[in-house]
């Protein structure tokens, strides 16, 4: 099983035998992530702070999953009511809060895959668990999230961000080496 988390999707794939043998698509993704935080700082601090700020406040101190540690990070942006710059300080429990649609629907998706799977597939997903991929597989503890709602092992992929865009290019130079027969049903 493959989670590929971007920038305006989430993808679910389970693999099997060289062919996908279920794949879906969420409009979930890092974007969704940053708005999340916007409408989170504007309901809670009557401020509002840009695409940019979101994405910092993403990286620096985002969480999919409770932790000992509690980040923190200062932001400016600009008061609704009086229209002016104003600073305030932000924890990554608000944001861990902030975040919970978005990765309810990516967690509702990945349960949606798994018990549209093949029984047959079951034990082997259990025992070879998915592995998240994308920009979105970097959020601190996403692994972790996934993890424990669905009692599989979650692996990130050894640098998610491009492993997607390499992995496609290799199809490609083997599609090349071996000709158009590669994926052929025998």
Sequence with gaps: MVVDIG??????????????????????GGDRFDEAIINYVRR????LIGEATAERIKHEIGSAYPGDEVREI???????????????????????????EPLTGIV??????????????ASDISERGMVLTGGGALLR?????????????????????????????????????HGG?????E
């Excluded at 389970?14 to 969420?26: A, D, K, P, R």
């Excluded at 600009?78 to 600073?87: D, K, M, T, Y």
């Excluded at 692996?155 to 961000?161: G, N, R």
Aim: contains cysteine.
């Design 7 to 28: 920038g305006g999707t989430t993808e679910v794939a389970v693999i099997s035998l060289n062919g996908v043998v279920y794949s879906s698509s969420v409009r979930i």
């Design 108 to 121: 509702s998706a990945v349960m949606v895959a798994l018990e549209q799977c093949p029984p047959e597939l």
């Design 74 to 100: 200062e932001v400016r942006g600009r008061n609704l009511a009086e229209g002016v710059p104003r600073g305030f300080t932000l924890n990554s429990n608000e944001i861990l809060e902030a975040l919970q």
């Design 141 to 177: 503890n996403l692994d972790r999230l996934l993890m424990e709602e669905t009692g599989i092992p979650v692996v990130v992929a050894e640098d998610p961000l491009t492993c997607v865009a390499r992995g496609g290019g290799k199809a490609l130079e083997m599609i090349d080496m």
């Design 181 to 185: 027969d590669l994926f052929s049903e």
């Design 44 to 47: 809670n601090y009557g401020s």
